[in-house]
């Protein structure tokens, strides 16, 4: 897992810091987008089938460390 996510990178200088997937201005959040709406691989402007295994990483990463609000 922590190799396919060396290719998403954070940089506040990017995209207000948004994850994307590296060297292209390609969010994570649009590879997921894309692929909800049943986009193929090939669609998704022929990002390599390890930057789509690399979003759905990022994503499930994510996804174990929920925000709670307790008030």
């Known amino acids: 897992m922590e190799n396919l996510l060396d290719r998403i990178t954070v940089d506040p200088d990017l995209f207000g810091g948004t994850p994307i997937i590296r ?3 390609l969010a994570v959040e649009h590879v997921l987008g894309m692929l909800v709406a049943r986009d193929t691989p090939e669609a998704i402007l022929e990002v390599e ?3 789509i ?3 759905l990483g990022y994503a499930a990463r994510q996804s174990d460390h929920p925000v709670l609000s307790l008030a």
Do not use: E, I, V
């Open 23 to 25: 060297g292209r201005r």
């Open 49 to 51: 089938p390890g930057d």
């Open 53 to 55: 295994a690399a979003a």
